[in-house]
């Protein structure tokens, strides 16, 4: 736990991040749903089509949630663009449950036209069908929306692939490290530097309405914290108190910011309000008490403390008072934040001398271990609350992975270069 309290110097610069995050699905729900999505039909000049291949981002947000198994197009016996066009037999011969299909045309300057249908297969029925107008920079986010879409209505879940994950990257060497705070899309694309140093960094937040992050700096060698506006780079330092300034973490509705702070002699939580800049001591204890997180109604927090002897799970009111252990299974739980229905939450559980992702049920307080690695750490849930992103060790790097909250759909995301950590699942954008 000590190294939650490592702060490190950062240097401010925003640009374009060269390497994106690479998934690979290491194992995937048995049974998953077929589904086939066509490659949408360009009507326009064949020698300038779009930039993006919208069916095949489509078709690689469902594989990689895992709960599809997507038609490879070699095997497509047809490739319709419209109802007219679809002769459902030869879907059923293919064995697809659903499909989906779509084109994409010109419209004015930059712009274009997008329509798509999804059909159920055996009842030859339209589920769902809808146009969009678009541009070139946001036929991405047009293409994830649509998979966000057909997601919803197979499964019943909202789908979280037009969100964004925040990571910390190391690279270089000892001598030259060269240490990143980044952005990119939940597939790994569209990859952004935020903050960039030659110290390492940590503690990512995402604010509630995805358009901020707060981190952790140790510029002109003192811990400070600071929030920073992800598509200006306008920041601003919130605290830089004698001794440990770390862990920030935003209520749900943005007036608050909860931290671990050591001004007073020990780690403890305090919260913030942030238009007044007003301090309120939540936790006084002589044990180490910090990552506090937030439940999704704003009214409680966890927070991890040693004050049993090791380090375990605690909740408190947001406005103070007696404190609760929530944790007794295992002899080490850390780093702690609750599903978006606020019935489970995610934590690092110590497995004999390793460190696993868990879920623990908050009405039974039993633990349900995820994740089979050595030191994996850092969990943080999907929006949505179907995934948990992760950092953990693989091929003598740092990468990241993400696992469903039944532990059945398994990825492992990373860069061809550099340690990856510390992700954090963005909100969904308001």
Known sequence: ?????????????????????????????????????????WNGDPARPPSQDIGRI???????????????????????????????????ALKQENLV????EANGPG????????????????LIGYNFTTTEKDLRAIAHHIADLVYETLTGTRGAFATRIAYVVSEGT????????????????????????????????????????????FENGRPSIWIQEVFTGKREKITSFKGINGAPAWSPDGRYLAMALSRD?????????????????LVRHWAIETEPSWSPDGRKLLFTSDRGG?????????????????????????????APDGKSITLITRVGSQYRIGVMDLATGSITVL?????????????????????????????????????????????????VRDPVWSPYYK
């Open 1 to 41: 736990m000590k190294k939650l309290f490592v702060l490190l110097a950062l240097l401010f610069v925003f640009s374009q991040a060269q390497a994106r995050l690479v998934i690979e699905i290491t194992e995937g729900v048995e049974g998953a749903l077929p589904i086939a999505v066509v490659p949408f039909k």
């Open 58 to 92: 489509v078709a690689a947000d469902l594989q990689r949630s895992g709960y599809f198994k997507t038609l490879p197009e070699n095997q497509m016996l047809a490739q319709p663009s419209t109802m007219a066009e679809v002769d459902f037999r030869d879907w059923r």
């Open 101 to 104: 299909i779509g084109s994409i």
């Open 111 to 126: 712009g274009y036209k997008l329509r798509f249908q999804l059909f159920d297969v055996y009842q030859e029925s339209q």
């Open 174 to 217: 000892v001598a030259s490290p060269r240490v990143s705070l980044r952005i990119a899309d939940s597939d790994g694309y569209n990859a952004q530097t935020i903050v960039s140093s030659t110290e390492p960094l940590m503690s990512p937040a995402w604010s509630p309405d995805g358009r901020k992050l707060a981190y952790v700096s």
């Open 265 to 281: 002699g020990n780690p403890d939580i305090y919260v913030m309000d942030l238009a007044r800049r007003k301090l309120r001591r």
């Open 310 to 338: 090791s380090p375990q799970i605690y909740q408190i009111a947001a406005t103070g008072g007696n404190v609760q252990r929530l944790t007794f299974e295992n002899k080490y739980n850390a780093r702690a934040s609750y």
């Open 371 to 419: 994740t089979d690695g050595k030191l994996d750490e850092s969990p943080s849930f999907a929006p949505n609350g179907s995934m948990i992103i992760y950092a953990t060790r693989h091929g003598g790097k740092g990468v990241l992975a993400a696992v469903s909250t039944d532990g059945r759909v398994k990825q492992r995301l990373a860069l061809q270069s550099g340690d």
